[in-house]
Nanobody, 115 residues
Framework: QVQLVESGGGLVQAGGSLRLSCAAS????????MGWYRQAPGKQRELVAA???????NYADSVKGRFTISRDNAKNTVYLQINSLKPEDTAVYYC?????????WGQGTQVTVSS
């Protein structure tokens, strides 16, 4: 089992920045990749950024150039730096960890962007 705890969400004005954190614990050996997803009201959960065990990253087109995913292996933590926030970025942001055939999820952190 892998436990994920997100933090760093909040209310911010358009154009502002936030840094989300996801701390992993438990059986974190052989996590293949970690990612950040988001789900806005009435919409499906979507992948916004992912990072693999060899630090390969990928981003949704809608966030390229504004979002940066990174990780600190010593702290077992993955970060999502979000810049130039837009109202359409408002969503619950979830951290995920992918380990063999398993996917683990955090509880989510709310990001609200006011115009």
């Amino acid at each position: 089992q892998v436990q994920l705890v997100e933090s760093g969400g909040g209310l911010v004005q358009a154009g502002g920045s936030l840094r989300l954190s996801c701390a992993a614990s438990g059986n974190i050996f052989s996590i293949n990749a970690m990612g950040w997803y988001r789900q806005a009201p009435g919409k499906q959960r979507e992948l916004v950024a992912a990072i693999t065990s060899v630090d390969s990253t990928n981003y949704a087109d809608s966030v390229k150039g504004r979002f940066t995913i990174s990780r600190d292996n010593a702290k077992n933590t993955v970060y999502l730096q979000i810049n130039s926030l837009k109202p359409e970025d408002t969503a619950v942001y979830y951290c995920s960890a992918h380990q063999f055939i398993h996917t683990y999820w955090g509880q989510g952190t709310q990001v609200t962007v006011s115009s």
